[in-house]
């Protein structure tokens, strides 16, 4: 099996642009999208979802008020404020640490899963999808990508399609990093802007970390020629490849509001710069 990831070091850059792009180029694929707090890549895809699922990826403390002595310890030990005076516990503030449960002494409290989110799989124009979406307040994002990814590899054995494109979470946080883990090939976007030249370092420290092959996207190179040469200078001291620049080109956003990839459009100067991203991506085996 094969899998390339697209990450971006900030949001914006135009990550999930170009994965969808790779996902219309792309002949026989699963596509993942990792973004679980925020998934946006089946808003090209008419996806069709035919297998969903409740995520259950954190826990909350619950008590027996029958065996509940009133010792006040519990209440003692809560870092986060969740239990009150009348010794209820707030399922909101509850962060399922534990303490309450293990410092009990009556055993009146134990940790029970709650749901965290929703995974799906989907059938779409463009192919298999394997998404999921995070609940509101939910911190188990990193452990939701890898259910994703496991759901993703599941339906790659069961309909003997050896590639994922994968499109990743911005930044660097658990997201990114649970993402990061086993692909064999990562593609960086960035845009020419200060932070965005910023966050490039960043985010590439976290694909060295993991001793995996990065290479580099300039979208929107044209903006800003003096920082997209700062960005090239960064990528060969870094021992980067660059494998391409993507002009700006307003027809990008026109076909996403049409719910289209951009290489879907043959009116677009950025569609032909990203079919020769595509053809260098797969004469040098990273897809």
């Known amino acids: 099996m094969s899998s390339v990831l697209f990450l971006s070091g900030k ?4 990550k999930t642009t170009l994965a969808g792009a790779f996902a219309a180029l792309s002949k026989e694929k699963i596509l993942v999208d990792c973004d679980v707090d925020a998934a946006n890549l089946h808003l090209l895809l008419e996806p069709s979802i035919v297998e969903q699922g409740e995520y259950e990826g954190s826990k909350t403390a619950v008590k027996n008020d029958d065996r509940c002595t009133a010792c006040n310890r519990c209440r003692e030990v809560c870092r986060f404020n969740a239990i009150g005076e009348d010794l209820s516990i707030d399922e909101y503030l509850c962060e399922g640490c534990g303490a309450c449960a293990f410092a009990c002494p009556a055993k009146a409290i134990e940790l029970v899963p709650r749901v965290s989110g929703t995974w799906m799989i989907a059938e779409t124009r ?11 307040g939910e911190e188990t994002s990193g452990k939701l990508v890898m259910h994703v990814k496991q759901k993703a590899n599941a339906l790659s054995e069961k309909l003997k399609i050896d590639r994922l494109v994968i499109d990743g979470a911005p930044g660097i946080g658990c997201p990114v990093i649970a993402s990061v883990s086993g692909v ?5 976007v960035t845009e020419p802007t200060l932070s965005g030249l910023h966050d490039l370092r960043r985010i590439l420290d976290v694909v060295k970390h993991f001793d995996i092959p990065a290479h580099l996207v300039i979208n929107k190179a044209d903006l800003s020629p003096d920082v997209t040469e700062r960005i090239r200078s960064f990528a060969e001291q870094n021992q980067l490849p660059v494998l391409g620049e993507i002009p700006f080109d307003r027809r990008v956003t026109e076909a996403m509001v049409e719910g289209r990839s951009i290489v879907e459009d043959d009116r677009s100067a950025a569609s032909e710069a990203i079919e020769g991203i595509f053809e260098r991506c797969a004469k040098g085996g990273i897809l």
């Open 11 to 14: 949001g914006g850059t135009g």
């Open 126 to 136: 463009l192919g298999p999808l394997a998404s999921a979406e995070l609940d509101p």
């Open 184 to 188: 064999d090939a990562v593609v960086l």
